[in-house]
């Protein structure tokens, strides 16, 4: 079991920041696969970025540049740095993990954080 628990969000104004942190109740560097999802008022749940093992996926082409995700494998934290933010990023945020490598659909994810919301005002 993974237990999960997501901090950070907020408001903010476009072109702002947030960094997102997820708490793990297990070491998963190795182990899992750590992501970054997002899911906006009455849209399907999407990935922002994934990383297992150091290798890293990104989910659209919209965040690519502006999000960083990266993890403190010594305090099992994960992070999503989040800049340029625009009013479209606005969403519940999930952190959720998956055993061995990363997958960009939701659907194979075992664990999940509770979400943080995001949102930008424009």
């Known amino acids: 079991q993974v237990h999960l628990v997501e901090s950070g969000g907020g408001s903010v104004q476009a072109g702002g920041s947030l960094r997102l942190s997820c708490a793990a109740s297990v070491s998963t560097y190795s182990n899992y696969c750590m992501g970054w999802f997002r899911q906006p008022p009455g849209k399907e749940r999407e990935v922002v970025a994934a990383?297992?093992?150091?290798?890293?996926?990104y989910g659209a082409d919209s965040v690519k540049g502006r999000f960083t995700i990266s993890q403190d494998n010594a305090r099992n934290t994960l992070y999503l740095q989040m800049n340029s933010l625009k009013p479209e990023d606005t969403a519940m945020y999930y952190c959720?993990?998956?055993?061995?490598?990363?997958?960009?659909?939701?659907?194979?994810?075992?664990?999940w954080g509770h979400g943080t919301q995001v949102t930008v005002s424009s």
């Open positions: 990383v297992y093992g150091g290798n890293i996926i």
């Open positions: 959720a993990a998956r055993g061995g490598g990363c997958r960009r659909d939701p659907i194979n994810y075992n664990y």
